[in-house]
């Protein structure tokens, strides 16, 4: 507990956990919030550039809207999920695992066949992997076991 109030954890007295968040958890928070921010903002990247390819060329419009509604879709689930770790309960570390492997598959995936997969995963497959890695790592301890199944 912090020592500026009693029973106080998040700044406010009376907050029901009595527990402050972990650090490893602040961690994973922090790389979900990075990770969401990077799709996001490669997703607005590849928006105008798709736009821009499809204007001049003629090509296909649902190809760059498909690649952009998961580069979007992606960026926040994963700001959601991070935002939900105060709160969250078994289903949001569960959310938040399932995720960082399938950003470690799509790297892993990316770096074998040597395209732009990773592209979808934070702008390029050895960053995905890195911070693919680092949350799921981070989700498997037993403190984010005690902290995703406290008392509420």
Known sequence: MRSGAPNSSCGYPG?????DMPALMRGARVLLFVVGGLQLTVGVLVAGLFAGLVANAGGSIADAVAVVSVLLGLGALSIILGTKFATGGG?????TMVYASLMIVACLGSLGLGDGFGLIFTGGPVIGLACGGFILALMVTAQAGAWFHRPR
Do not use: F
Request: net charge positive; aromatic share 0%.
């Open 91 to 95: 289903g949001v570390r569960v959310t």
């Open 15 to 19: 907050h029901p956990t009595g527990m």
